[in-house]
């Protein structure tokens, strides 16, 4: 399958909405990164599977992610070679009452600290930690998205999932999606279009005071959302990341425009003159150090997208 001709199906069926050449810095946390070299945003259920239907009938080869809000993923400096798909918020931003008394559906382009912020209002715990996360419901089920002791998959009931390789749209079940810490078995090719969550109901006063102090702690203990991806590193059993880089002496530690964060050393926060392969250097130099002071590997749990290059610092 050639980049062409995907090109040529999308422009078919969707006309100027279908871009090329898009910068992708602007749509991430980081605010670093290159274009997409074909980029969309489907407004509807139908305009995905439009999508699926131009993927198969080009075949394989051309390389698709879908982008939230950006908030854990670094685009490399050269770009991103194939499709990305970015949900319109008009069509996939939006909290509604389930089926159930205590029930939540909420759209895949929701920003999590308006769903924590609607349950709050609602009287229905569960989900106030998604106040201190800066993502979206899409990547909140995609990762298993958690804070504070709580997860996604501790209140996720199901989730609408449309499959880019056969054009199949199905309501998973929370179990069939396998969630973990920070991992859900779901592949690039499959877009989460809402999920659904089953909440326990408190009193507003009792679900805002934890809020409340998620807020604080996030404010006080996290360099701001912007010009950084969150938490860098996925937790190691038994231990936290932020403590052991800053137990290898890390905090400030600094590779172009990005550096380890003074205020907490799982956040890696850059400048005006950071570029993606400064963050790409840094995470790998930091995880490297760790290992070799401390014999544990830790794992990114920032994703990079596209080409950059492999090269060590002494």
């Not at 229905?124 to 106040?131: K, V």
């Not at 400030?252 to 799982?266: I, K, P, Q, T």
């Amino acid at each position: 399958m050639s980049l062409a001709e995907l090109a040529g199906c999308l422009e078919e069926r969707f006309g100027e909405r279908s871009k090329h050449d898009v910068p992708l810095g602007r749509l991430t946390t980081y605010r670093i990164g290159g274009p997409a070299a074909l980029y969309l945003e489907p407004g509807t259920r139908s305009d995905l599977e439009a999508v699926a239907r131009c993927l198969q009938s080009a075949g394989e080869g051309v390389p698709v992610i879908t982008l939230g809000r950006g908030s854990n993923l670094v685009i490399s400096d050269k770009g991103w070679p194939g499709l990305v798909l970015r949900l319109a918020p008009r069509a996939f931003s939006f909290t509604r009452p389930g089926d159930g008394p205590d029930s939540l559906v909420a759209g895949a382009a929701t920003p999590l600290p308006v769903v924590a912020n609607w349950t709050t209002r609602r009287g229905l715990s569960g989900l106030e930690f998604m106040i201190a996360i800066p993502g979206s419901i899409g990547g909140a089920v995609r990762m298993n998205a958690g804070a504070h002791g709580s997860e996604t998959s501790d209140t996720l009931a199901t989730a609408t999932v449309l499959d880019l390789s056969s054009g199949e749209l199905t309501e998973r079940k929370a179990p069939e999606l396998e969630l973990s810490y920070r991992h859900s078995n779901l592949t690039e090719q499959e877009v989460v279009l809402d999920a659904t969550f089953e909440l326990v109901p408190q009193t507003e006063n009792e679900v805002r005071a934890r809020l409340e102090s998620f807020r604080k702690h996030r404010g006080e203990t996290q360099p701001p959302a912007v010009q950084n991806a969150g938490s860098t590193f996925k937790n190691p059993a038994g231990d936290h990341a932020g403590r052991l880089v800053e137990a290898a002496g890390l905090k400030g530690f600094r590779v172009g425009g990005v550096e380890v964060s003074r205020l907490h050393a799982n956040f890696f926060v850059s400048d005006e003159t950071a570029t993606a392969q400064d963050v790409y250097d840094l995470v790998h130099e930091v995880a490297r150090r760790v290992k070799e002071d401390f014999g544990i590997e830790l794992e990114p749990e920032v994703k990079f997208a596209g080409e950059f290059e492999d090269r060590s610092h002494t």
